[in-house]
C-alpha cells in the first residue's frame, strides 16, 4: 500500500521508493531495504505496477516503477479498506464512549 | 496465458531482478562513500542495510513460481539424475519391481475377470443355481453335482414357487447337423421354458425360442448361437425361418443369440427345447441343471425354504409308476442348497486362483524387501551427502519427500514397465493356464486391473523409500557426518533393518518353497495313481453319434458300430479298437440309477443305492488297457444274442459280495421290470472323474440290450466314444486314415472331440499342473531374491568391517576364525528367517488342503527338504564374501586408515 502510494505521486526506481518511504515516515519505519524487493515483484505479478529500464538523476542504469491504472484501483480500493478498519479500532480504543 | 508467459520469460526476469539489487547496492555505496565513509566500510555498511541479498532474491523468484509443484519438480530432476547416475542400481531395482507389479497385474486380471466381475448378465446378482444334495440316497454322496433336477421337479417348482422370477432346466448334449455341408457334429444345449427367460438376453436376431415350442411333438424349433450363424449362414439375417437338419430331422431357425452369450459356461452351437412330454415324466431322471432368477428382494435362504415347501407337492403330484411310494424320496433327505450362479460357474477354480494370487503377492513383497535392501546400501554410500545437505540447512523434512519421491519414482516408472509385463503375462497365464478355465473369453485387462498396477507402484514406491529415509534423513543425520570414515567397525543398530529385511524374504521364500514343494508331491502322487487305462499317448478317442432319423433300427445302429470297429483295427498301425458310452474324465455328465442285486433285500424294493453304469463293446477293456480282474468280457455273441449279462467295476464286487471271485454268477438288474443280468466279469477300478477323486463303482452293460432305456424292445447307444489304441495315434496321416474308415461305412456320420487319451488326461490334472508351474516359478524367484539378498547383506558387512578384520588378523585371528565369525552372523539371520518361515507355512499351507492329493499340508519330509535347501544355499552365499574376508591383508587394510 506504501508502495503503491508512494508511486501514485511519480515513478520511482527501488533505491529510491526506499529513501522516500524512510524520509516520509521520518525513520519511524526501519525496513530492511532489501524486503522492498519481493513486494515490488508480488506487485508486478499482480501488475499493479510496470517496470521499465531507465537512466536515474544519478545518471545510473535503474528500473523505474510506474503504478498501473488497475494499481490505482487496487490502492483505492487499500486504503478505504485500511481507513474503515482504522476507523474501526480507533472507535473501540477510544476510551468511555459508549 | 500469462502465466505461460511467465514460466518462458522467468530467466530474464530473474535476470532483471539481480541486476536492479546490484544497482540499488552500488548506489548506496556510493552515497556512503559520497559521505566520507571508505570504500569497504560502505559496502559494508549498505549490504548491512539491505539484508540476505541471496534470500532476498529467493524470496523474490517465489513470487513467481508455485512453489510445492516446483519444488516437487525439482526433487524428480533430482532424483532422475540420481538414477541415472546409477544405471545397474537403476536397472536391477527397475526390472524387479516390474517383474513384481506386472506377475501381480497379470494374476489379478485373471483374479477380477474371473471371480470378481459379475457375470455377463442383467441384474446377474439375482441368478442362482438351484443346486440340491441329497445326503440320504446311497452311492449319491460321490455325485459331485449334487442332485440334478428331474423334468417333474421342474415343472411342480417352476408352476408353484414364490420365490422366482423366471426358472428353467438345461443340459448340454450333441447333435449332428447334415445337410448344408460336411456332417457336423455340433455342441448343443436343450433348454426348457424358463431358461432364456432367466438369463434374459436377447437375441440378436429373431426371437427367443417360446412357450409354444416347447410342445412335444409339435413344430420343431431352434436357435443358432452367434458363431454358428457367422460360420454356417455368413451372418445372413434371413436364416431365420430356414430349417436345418439335426439329428437328421428338420427344425425350423427362430432366431440367433448374441455375440458372446453362454449358458453359465458352457459355449454352444445350437439351442433346442427340451420339449418335455409332460403325460410320460415320472419323480426320477434327475439329470438336469437348474437356474433361475429370484424376484427382487427375495433371500437365497427365502428360495431354499420355497424349495423344501414344494419338494412335497412334487412327490405328491408325480409317481414312480404302480406300486411304488412316491415318498421314499423323503429318506434321500433331498435339501436345497441354492447359490449365486456365479460361484456355479467359477467353481472349485477360485482356490487355485487365490493361492497363486497369495503366492505372487508373497513374491512382490520379497522383491520389495529385495529393492529396499538396494536403496539402502546406495543411502549408505550418499550418507555424507545426505548430512552435508543437513549440515548446509535442508530441513529433513525436505530430504525425505526426496528420498521418497525418488523411490516413488523408481516405483511408478517400474510399474509402467510392470504394465506392459503385464499385458504379455495375461498371454502367458491364458496360454499355460488350465484350459477348462471359467470365463477364460472374459479375461483381459480393465481400468480396474491397471489402476491396481499404478497403486502397486506408488505403495511399493513409498514402502521402498520410508525405510531407507526415516533411517538416513532422520533429524540425526547430522551426526553421520562425524562419525563416517572413523567408524572401525559396524554398529550393531545399523544393519537391524538390513537383517531385518533378509529375515523376511528368507521367511517369505520359504513359504513358497514350501507351497511349491507340497505341490510336486502332490503332482507325483497324481501320476503315481493307476487312472484304469494305460498308455494314454498312444490312445486315439473320438466320439460319432448316429441319430435315430438316420438310422432307424438300434441293431442296425450296432452293426455300424461294429463295421467301423473292424474298419479301424484293419487301419495300419492300429493294434485294437473298442467303443465305450464316454471315456473316463472325458467330463460328460455321467449316468446313474439305482442298481438292484438278485441276493439282497432292499426296504420297500425301491431304495436301491444309485451307481454310476456305463456301455462297453466287446474289446474295449483290451484297447483302453483296463484290466479283467475275474471271469470274462462281452463277446460279439453276447451283445448281438442279447445275452442277459454284465460286468461291474472290482469295488463294486467288494461292495455287495466281498470279492470279485465272489461276484461271478451273481445276478443284477437296474429296474423291477428287467430280467436279471448275471455278472460275467470284474474290472479294475477307473479313476471316472480325474486322478484326483476316487474311482466310482460302476456298472457296466452290453451296448445293445432289452429295457435299456425302459422300454422292452432292445436298443442300443446311438452316441458312443471310439477308442483306438496305435503307435500312430495323434499324427494327422492317421486321423485322415480313421475318417476314411468311418466314412467309408457311412459318409453322413461326422467325428467329434477327436483327440488322444494322453490329452484327456492332461485337462483333468491340469489345475494341478497350473498350480505347480506358477508356485515353482513364484519358488524359484523368492529364492533367487533371498539368495541375493543374503549375499548383498553378508558381502556389505564384509567391506564394511574390513579394518575390523584386518586388526583382528593382524593382532593374531586365523583365516578359520573370521571365516566361522562371519558365518555365523549370516546363519544367525538365515536361521531366524528359516525359523519364521516355518510357522508362516504351517499357518498358510493350510489354505492350500484343497489342491493337495496323497500329502497332508504339513507334510514333514517338504518342510525339512526345503528347510535345508534353503538353509545349505544361503550358506553357500555367505560363504563367498566370508572366505574374501578371511583373505583380507591386514597390511593393506589398516593401511587404508
Known sequence: MMILRTLKRRPLHGYALVQHIKRTSHDLLQIEEGSLYPALQRLLREEFVKAEWGMSSTNRRVRIYKLTAAGAKHLEREVSSFERMLEGITRVLAPGES | MSWLRQLFSRRQLYKDLSEEIQEHLEEKIEELVAGGMSRKEATAAARRAFGNVTLTEEDSRIVWRWPSVEDLLADVRYGLRALRHNPMFTAVALLTIAIGIGANTAVFSVVNSVLLKPLNYRNAEQLVSLHQIAPGAPGLADFENGLLLSPSMYFTYSEHNRTFQALGVWISNTASVTGL?????????????????????????GRWLSQADQVPRGPERVMLSYGYWQRRFGGDRTAVGRKILVDARPREIVGVMPHGFRVLDTDFDLIVPTAFDRGKLILAGFGYHGIARLKTGAAIAQADADITRMLTIWMDSWTNGPGTNPHFYETWKITPMIRPLKREVIGNVSDVLWVVMGTIGLVMLVACANVTNLLLVRIAARQQELALRA????????????????????????????AAFAYAGVRLLLAIGPTNLPRLSEISLDARTLGLSVLLAVLSGLLLGLIPAMKYAGPRASLALRSEGRAASASRERHRARNTLVVSQVAMALVLLVSAGLMIRTFRALRTVDPGFTDPQHLQVMRISIPGALVAEPERVLRIQNEILEKLAATPGVK???????????????????????????????????YLYKYISPGFLQTAGTRLIAGREFTWSDVYGLRPVVMISENLAREIWGTPAAAIGKQLREFSSMPWHGVIGVIQDVRERGVQDKAPEIV???????????????????????????????????????????????????????QTMEKVYDKSVARTSFTLVMLGI????????????????????????????????????????????????????????????????????????????????????????????????????????????????????????
Open chain 2, 181 to 205: 455341408a460336411e456332417p457336423e457334429q455340433l455342441r448343443v444345449v436343450e433348454v426348457s421354458d424358463g431358461v432364456l427367460e432367466t438369463l434374459d438376453v436377447p437375441p440378436t436376431v
Open chain 2, 391 to 418: 549440515a548446509l540447512g535442508a530441513g529433513w523434512g525436505r530430504m525425505v519427500r526426496g528420498l521418497l519421491v525418488e523411490s516413488v519414482m523408481l516405483g511408478l516408472m517400474g510399474g509402467a514397465l510392470g
Open chain 2, 576 to 610: 485294437s479298437a473298442g467303443l465305450v458310452s464316454e471315456m473316463p474324465m472325458e467330463g460328460f455328465d455321467s449316468d446313474w440309477d439305482v442298481i438292484f442285486a438278485q441276493d439282497k433285500t432292499y426296504p420297500d424294493n425301491v431304495m436301491a443305492p444309485l
Open chain 2, 700 to 754: 457296466y452293460w452290453p451296448p445293445m440290450m432289452e429295457y435299456l432305456f425302459g422300454n422292452k424292445t432292445a436298443d442300443t447307444v446311438r452316441t458312443v466314444t471310439f477308442v483306438i489304441r496305435s503307435e500312430r495315434a495323434g499324427t494327422e496321416g492317421f486321423l485322415n486314415e480313421v475318417r476314411q474308415a468311418v466314412w467309408s461305412v457311412n459318409s453322413n456320420l461326422p467325428l467329434a472331440s477327436v
Open chain 2, 778 to 897: 513364484a519358488g524359484a524367484m523368492a529364492l533367487v531374491l533371498g539368495i541375493i539378498g543374503i549375499y548383498g547383506v553378508i558381502s556389505y558387512t564384509v567391506s564394511q568391517r574390513k579394518r575390523e578384520i584386518g586388526i583382528r588378523l593382524a593382532l593374531g585371528a586365523q583365516g578359520g576364525d573370521v571365516l566361522q565369525m562371519v558365518l555365523k552372523q549370516g546363519a544367525k539371520t538365515v536361521l531366524v528367517g528359516v525359523a519364521i518361515g516355518i510357522g508362516a507355512a504351517l499357518a498358510l499351507t493350510r489354505l492350500m488342503t484343497n489342491l493337495l492329493f496323497g500329502v497332508t499340508a504339513h507334510d514333514p519330509m517338504t518342510f525339512a527338504a526345503v528347510a535345508a535347501l534353503l538353509i545349505l544355499v544361503a550358506l553357500v552365499a555367505c560363504y563367498i564374501p566370508a572366505r574374501r574376508a578371511m583373505l583380507v591383508d591386514p597390511n593393506v587394510a589398516l593401511r587404508y586408515e
